[in-house]
């Protein structure tokens, strides 16, 4: 399967915002069910967002609501963070999911990528 690489995670203060990146290796992502996990030190990996593929329906958890949206730009897929809060630290994943769209979260599979860390702090 196509190898995932994340990218553009930094060090930011609270309030401040952060753009991340998700390619496949020859792969374009447009047409596929994609999602944002990420995972705090300790704590499990959770869903962030998710945008199917065929329709562009999105789903957000309830945390990051108005502050994060997930786009498509030329067959690679973003996050826009906005106004981080110090609770958004952790390590950010991409993945191919399945997802209802019922409103349940996404569900990831294939490989994980190695991710790419943000940390919000002062």
């Known amino acids: 399967q196509a190898q995932l690489v994340e990218s553009g995670g930094g060090l930011v203060p609270p309030g401040g915002s952060l753009r991340l990146s998700c390619t496949a290796s020859?792969?374009?992502?447009?047409?596929?069910?994609m999602g944002w996990f990420r995972q705090a030190p300790g704590k499990a990996r959770e869903g962030v967002s998710c945008i199917k593929g065929s329709d562009g329906s999105t789903y957000y958890a309830d945390s990051v609501k108005d502050r994060f949206t997930i786009f498509r730009e030329n067959g690679k897929l973003h996050l826009q963070m906005n106004d981080l809060q110090a609770e958004d630290t952790g390590v950010y994943y991409c993945?191919?999911?399945?997802?209802?769209?019922?409103?349940?979260?996404?569900?990831?599979?294939?490989?994980w990528g190695q991710g790419t860390q943000v940390t919000v702090s002062s």
């Open positions: 993945a191919f999911v399945t997802w209802s769209g019922s409103g349940s979260p996404p569900e990831p599979f294939g490989s």
């Open positions: 020859g792969v374009s992502l447009k047409d596929y069910d």
